[in-house]
């Protein structure tokens, strides 16, 4: 930093200001948590025969989703018997895992 811009800093200036960074671009990981309850509400109006689900912990925080769609519960019976499943590591404030599963249509 100080060779290309003339500015020193120590660890802990770079570490913070990276936070404040990545914050602005991807937005607050608190607030994005806190929007959660809203996102299911506006999918369970919307689309009245799927299946969705959230639970909470007792301190009130978000613990897991769950989120199967009317038109995806039809489809399954048109899709190969054929699951795969992935996971992906969340590397935010919070971390965590987020499990998928999915299926090939008759098309492929």
Known sequence: ???????????????????????????DPTE???????????????????????KKTEENKFLYAFVALDAFIRGWKYCRPIIV??????KSLYGGTMLTASTLDPGG
């Open 1 to 27: 930093m100080k060779r290309e811009h003339g500015v020193s800093l120590n660890y802990h200036q770079a570490w913070r200001a990276k936070i404040k960074v990545v914050n602005i671009l991807r937005g």
């Open 32 to 54: 994005s948590y806190l929007k959660i309850p809203g996102y299911l509400y506006i999918l369970e109006k919307h689309y009245p025969e799927s299946v969705v689900s959230w």
């Open 85 to 90: 499943v992935d996971v992906a590591a969340l």
